[in-house]
């Protein structure tokens, strides 16, 4: 998913789950956790390139997690809500970019 499709989905989700009344607020909550997601992917692909590819996977879920709960300030139930959503929708979104490829 691209950088600001997955800023629009996460915006939406922080809005929508912790009931925000400044969007302006958790636009830049998005902000910082689609940044920081980058930052972790690029780091879990450097590190663990290879034979420990599969292993990137449970560590960018749990940089979401993380990113999520610190940023955002949410209780481990809304995190979980907001990571399942961004996850499944992040699928979504690449299984329907190969069907239209």
Not at 33 to 55: C, E, K, M, Q
Not at 80 to 95: E, H
Request: charged letters at 10%.
């Amino acid at each position: 998913m691209g950088t600001f499709l997955s800023v629009a989905v996460l915006w939406v989700l922080i809005y929508i789950f912790t009931d925000c009344s400044d969007s302006s607020q958790s636009f830049g909550e998005a902000w910082i956790v689609v940044i920081g997601l980058r930052i972790a992917r690029y780091f879990s692909a450097l590190l663990l390139d290879g034979l420990l590819g599969p292993f990137s996977v449970v560590i960018n879920i749990v940089a979401l997690y993380l990113l999520v709960a610190i940023v955002c300030g949410t209780t481990w139930k809304i995190t979980i809500k907001i990571c399942a959503w961004y996850l499944g929708m992040s699928y979504l979104v690449g299984i329907l970019s190969l069907l239209l490829a």
